[in-house]
């Protein structure tokens, strides 16, 4: 069984008094270990269909499948539970916390599922030595540049061991250079973990990085 599945996903938003279908009947599989890059133009529905995958959005019909767990079944309650222990978000802003140093960041969803603080602080600081942060764990957000703190984005991700990750634009803020070094090092995850990346995203530069790339047009696969 695929480690995603779509099947019939429709979505839509009530603007005023009209009804918007952003999404029309979206049928996808994603496997384990996959690098795949939704791409498409604003208002495509990809990043619609990010947020349904990531269980941060209900829809109207069809089913999702993220390891074998049917997202169409969960409630609210249900669904915050799964994201902590399966999903790992990337995003463009980084949402990191600005009063917290790197670690404290990695740190916090470990918090939340309820890991010791002599394990989540090892876990953590392991984490952080991958994605090249050694040495700028104890800086806070402002410290950092943003290549640096997207890699704590990257790690605070990881750190719970998930299933899938989904980064929304995760190059967006980044200079090209650094875009490079930040796709290098998702790149190198995805390969020596095995780990599962869907990447939304307008950049040609990040899909010369997938394995798959996924065209949407009008809440539609193109």
Request: aromatic fraction near 6%; charged fraction near 25%.
């Amino acid at each position: 069984m695929s480690l995603v599945q779509c099947s019939n996903v429709i979505k839509s938003f009530n603007m005023g008094k009209v009804k918007v279908e952003v999404l029309k009947g979206v049928t996808l599989d994603i496997e384990k270990g996959e690098f795949a890059a939704i791409i498409g133009e604003s208002g495509s529905g990809k990043s619609t269909l990010l947020n349904i995958l990531g269980g941060l959005m209900p829809f109207d019909k069809g089913e999702v499948f993220i390891s074998n767990t049917k997202l169409h079944n969960l409630d609210e309650n249900q669904r915050a539970l799964f994201r902590r222990k399966s999903i790992g978000f990337i995003f463009q802003s980084y949402n990191l916390l600005p009063q917290l140093t790197a670690l404290e960041n990695v740190e916090m969803p470990l918090i939340f599922t309820g890991v010791p603080k002599v394990e989540r602080r090892k876990k953590a600081i392991t984490i952080l030595e991958h994605v090249g942060l050694k040495d700028r764990m104890e800086h806070k957000p402002w410290e950092l540049s943003g290549g640096q703190q997207q890699r704590v984005s990257i790690a605070r991700a990881l750190v719970n061991n998930p299933s899938i990750i989904l980064a929304d634009e995760p190059t967006g803020n980044l200079d090209s250079k650094t875009s490079i070094e930040i796709l290098d090092l998702l790149k190198g995850l995805n390969e020596s973990l095995n780990m599962t990346f869907v990447v939304v995203t307008h950049s040609n530069q990040v899909c010369n990085y997938a394995n798959r790339i996924i065209r949407m047009k009008d809440g539609m696969l193109d």
